[in-house]
Structures are given as structure tokens and as C-alpha cells.
């Protein structure tokens, strides 16, 4: 992403929206990680008078670009950001992550219409398809399935790649910034909990807090948290970065799970929804 941790404002910088606002957690590591705010805030996470909170507040910490706590929104922020760039003239791109389960608002869809409606090849959404929700199997209230194609339908170019493998992450990220006029959809296959065998795949854990005694345990499963990960403000692309400035280690158990032509590659390009002149918008 276009960034400048020193300046969290810059109106060049690119957008991200954590549709999922519960994940935001994550975010605010990466924001700490990136000097935005202070690492030592951390421990303050859903604490009374914390301002970080289980979802996202822009209001109180820099670098949210939306409020997200109700599901199915996120997609409508990045659209109405995505127009207001064109407007204004300026080139940043918008990033939305949004969940499987979160999918099953009819908002999501409307937003996704409209994205192919106004050709917003700026916009991407990524796809976390780990098939969980907050009390059981996505499913078990709508079928998603087939994602990619879903999205193909609306006009969206897709892509489907294993959520886990940063390389394929990274090529894919390269891959969406090749579009101009139609957005880009990101659809992530990936393991809720990856690598702590008693939360792998358990919805119980999907807010839970882990007692002293479960974190030694997750501690001692995956090791401490390698300190040689670097997030830097890329100006190049995320694909070269990842060849220069990190190692990863490949993660082990459940990776056949992603390895069929299904989940991991492009699906078909769908129709040229655009018109050749762009809308007034």
C-alpha cells in the first residue's frame, strides 16, 4: 500500500477498510508495528477508556479509515471512497477485507453491483473464506459457494489463493493493481486459527479470551513471535518486497486443503461491464 505512517492523513495514501471490525486487533499490531501508534497501547485492547476498542473507531485512532462494526458495510465505505478519489482527481487504491460469513448481508452485494456499475478498478476486496462464523459453519446460514463466481457475476475480476502463503498474497495484490476499470476480488481460502491446534476450525474462539495457562500453551505450539518481520512503506510492488525483505518459514498440516486447481489460481474473467466512457461519476 501507498503509506506515510508519519502522516496517517495524507490524502495520496491508499484506503483500507476492515469490514470484519472485529479483526481489528490485527490492524492495530500493524499500526503499532508502523510507529502509528504507540506499541505499548496494545494491552489497552477493549479495556474501559482504551481507545482500542473490539471494533474499529476512527474517531480516536489514526489510521482507521471507517467504523465497522455492523457487518456488510465495508464494501459501500470503499465504493464511496473510490468515487470521491476519482472526483478529486487522485490515484489511491482501496482495500476492503470482509468475511465469508459476513457475505451473507445483502448490503455486500449492493455494494459489490455498484463497484462494477461505476467501473472502480481502484477497489479491492479481499475474501477471508475460512468458513466460519461466530457460532458455527458459514453455511449453515446461506450458501456462499461458489465464491469466485459470485463475484464474477457482478462484473468483478477474481482470484483464489491460499490465505496462509504470503507469496501467493503478495502476487495477488500485484494482480489486482493491473486493473483500471474493473474492480478486483481477492477471495482468500484460509484456516480460522492456523496453527494452535485447540482453536484451528472451533467457533468458540471466535472472541474468546485465553486464560494464563492456554497462552503459555500457544506460545509453546508456535514459538515467540519472530521480531525479523519487517512492514516497511513498499513504493514497490508487494511481490518484490516479499523477495527482498522477508523469509518465511512454509507452514505445516492442512495445506492440501488448498492445493486444488479450485481454490488456488483465477477463476474465468468475467464480461466487460464498463462502457467504453466512464459514468459522469
Known amino acids: 500500500m501507498r503509506y506515510d505512517p508519519k502522516n496517517p492523513d495524507w490524502p495520496e495514501r491508499d484506503r483500507f477498510i476492515m469490514s470484519k471490525g472485529h479483526c481489528v486487533p490485527a490492524q492495530y499490531v500493524a499500526l503499532a508495528m508502523l510507529g502509528v501508534i504507540p506499541m505499548e497501547e496494545l494491552p489497552t485492547l477493549k479495556q474501559l477508556g482504551s481507545r482500542l476498542q473490539g471494533h ?14 455492523s457487518l456488510g458495510q465495508g ?14 482527481g487522485l490515484d489511491y487504491r482501496v482495500y476492503c477485507l470482509i468475511g465469508d ?20 478498478g ?17 453455511h449453515c446460514g446461506k450458501i456462499m459457494e461458489p465464491i469466485a463466481a459470485r463475484w464474477a457475476a457482478m ?23 493491473e486493473s483500471t476499470d474493473t474492480p478486483s476480488v481477492i477471495v482468500a481460502h484460509t484456516v480460522k486459527g492456523k496453527g494452535i491446534s485447540f482453536i484451528e476450525n472451533n467457533p468458540a474462539f471466535h472472541n ?3 486464560t494464563p495457562e ?21 513504493r514497490t510492488s508487494p511481490a518484490a518486497w516479499l523477495k527482498t525483505r ?36
Open 56 to 69: 474499529p473507531a476512527m474517531q480516536y485512532v489514526p489510521g482507521i479509515e471507517g467504523c465497522t462494526g
Open 75 to 88: 464494501l459501500s465505505y470503499a465504493n464511496g471512497m473510490a468515487l470521491a478519489g476519482r472526483i478529486k
Open 101 to 120: 460469513g459476513e457475505m451473507q448481508e445483502g448490503q455486500v452485494w449492493e455494494a459489490a453491483m455498484t463497484s462494477a456499475k461505476h467501473c472502480l
Open 122 to 138: 481502484s477497489v479491492t476486496a479481499v475474501i477471508d473464506a475460512n468458513g466460519l462464523k461466530a457460532m458455527d459453519e458459514t
Open 155 to 177: 462484473g468483478w475480476r477474481t482470484r483464489e489463493i491460499d490465505g496462509h502463503d504470503m507469496a501467493q498474497i503478495c502476487e495477488a495484490l500485484d494482480w489486482a493493481k
Open 208 to 210: 474468546a479470551a485465553l
Open 214 to 234: 492456554r497462552r503459555r500453551m500457544t506460545f509453546t505450539i508456535r514459538g515467540p513471535i519472530l521480531p525479523a518481520v519487517t512492514i516497511v512503506c513498499a
Open 246 to 281: 522477508i523469509s518465511l518459514i512454509s507452514p505445516t498440516g492442512l495445506r492440501s486443503r488448498f492445493e486444488s486447481p479450485r481454490r488456488v489460481g483465477s477463476t474465468p474473467e468475467p464480461s466487460n461491464f464498463c462502457p467504453t466512457a466512464r459514468n459522469s461519476i
